[in-house]
Nanobody
Framework: QLQLVESGGGLVQPGGSLRLSCAAS????????IGWFRQASGKEREGVSC????????HYADSVKGRFTISRDNAKNTVYLQMNSLKPEDTAVYFC????????????????WGQGTQVTVSS
């Protein structure tokens, strides 16, 4: 059974950092694109970052470019989202999701989702 589990969320002050993890089980992430999405209260889910299969390419939303970095650890079958210089507007529930091979900006093109982890940026 394909499963994704996010962790690493929490409360952080503006300007701080967090690293989110997305651990996969039941399949190898090598053949999948991994997307990070977020959903703030009362807003639609939006794409944050994505790593294509085998880490061939990485993509970032304009709002997080230069602050967030996506990476993979194949040995641990885990993908990370390093978030630096966090802003209050980054507050949201963050989800990871997978689809075969290539990234997509559309959330409905991803097949399997994690349960989400809350990130709150506040002083």
């Amino acid at each position: 059974q394909l499963q994704l589990v996010e962790s690493g969320g929490g409360l952080v002050q503006p300007g701080g950092s967090l690293r989110l993890s997305c651990a996969a089980s039941g399949f190898s992430l090598d053949y999948y694109a991994i997307g990070w999405f977020r959903q703030a209260s009362g807003k639609e889910r939006e794409g944050v970052s994505c790593s294509s299969f085998s880490g061939v390419s990485a993509h970032y939303a304009d709002s997080v470019k230069g602050r967030f970095t996506i990476s993979r650890d194949n040995a641990k079958n885990t993908v990370y989202l390093q978030m630096n210089s966090l802003k209050p507007e980054d507050t949201a529930v963050y989800f990871c999701a997978v689809r075969r091979r290539w990234c997509s900006r559309l959330a409905n093109e991803y097949d399997t989702w994690g349960q989400g982890t809350q990130v709150t940026v506040s002083s």
